[in-house]
């Protein structure tokens, strides 16, 4: 049996410990509202925009929309995005195993080039030979947690979208966790472009005929890209609300695990001091007994 010593520092330690996760988790359900206000917000507008935006783009002309263009080539970019920090349970595992997953089973004959959003995801790939190095594509995208705004995620998608159109890759694919509530997060495989349209053959559907309003060409050249960006946005935020989401129910379930073992560390140390009590009075009668004999 553990000394009392022992025993009462871990249970100091484990007070602190509890107390920072306690902490933790309440920071989280803080930064958890924001987040879930603003894809809840969003989510509507974006995939209304994102159903007009693959009902347009199959209705314009496939030679002039760039962001359609179906090579069906080998070189992939993978957009993954996961936090900056840790202590969010497997929320930052899923995408990275989702990622490797992806490359060693749909694309192993492939050119895979993946951007990082997110430190975590930055680490994981940083000793391979994926990561992105050499090209006019963002490289340190970190700090977009930092002040997740559509301002400052744009340029970003403006990049990757240009890298699609000047066909340095065939295929874009975002993955990242979608949020569902504080509870459930869903790593989703998304592909960014080519637009392609979720209507599959076996439902017949009527061709729309669409009238453009200025024009055609305005359509591709500011709605497309807007659009495009907009979905990129959405992704971001329900990976941020994801996180804090995550991080709450971490921190939630690694308070309940240290009351736990600090309820057991004390019967355990209620137990050695009874222990102690019990061999000291012993003691005291044995030598009273000794005296008298």
Known sequence: ?????????????????MQITSAMKMVSAAKLKRAQDAITQMR????????????VSASVDATSNVYARNAGGKNILIVGIS???????????????????????????????????GKKI??????TK?????????????????????????????KIMKSFSDKEFDKVILVYNQFRNAAIQITTE??????????TSSVPVAKTDYIFEPNEEFII?????RSLKTQFYKALLDSFASEHGARMTAMHKATDNAKAMQKELKITYNKARQASITKEILEIVGGAEALNG
């Not at 049996?1 to 410990?17: A, D, F, H, Q």
């Not at 509507?44 to 009902?55: D, F, S, T, V």
């Open 130 to 158: 994926y990561l992105i190095s050499g090209q006019d594509l963002p490289h340190h995208t970190n700090q977009l947690f930092d002040k997740l705004t559509f301002d400052n995620v744009a340029p970003v998608a403006e």
């Open 122 to 127: 930055q680490d994981a790939f940083k000793r």
């Open 1 to 17: 049996m553990p000394s009392l010593k022992e025993v009462r520092n871990r249970i100091v330690s484990v007070g602190s410990t």
């Open 190 to 199: 998304e592909q960014f472009l080519p637009i392609v349209s979720s209507v």
């Open 83 to 117: 936090s900056n920090r840790g202590l969010a349970g497997a929320f930052n595992g899923n995408v990275i195993k989702k990622i490797n997953n992806m490359i060693k089973e749909q694309y192993s004959d492939c050119n895979v080039t993946i951007i990082p959003i």
């Open 44 to 55: 509507p507008y974006a995939n209304k925009l994102k159903e007009i935006l693959e009902n």
């Open 221 to 225: 050249n500011e709605l497309i890209p």
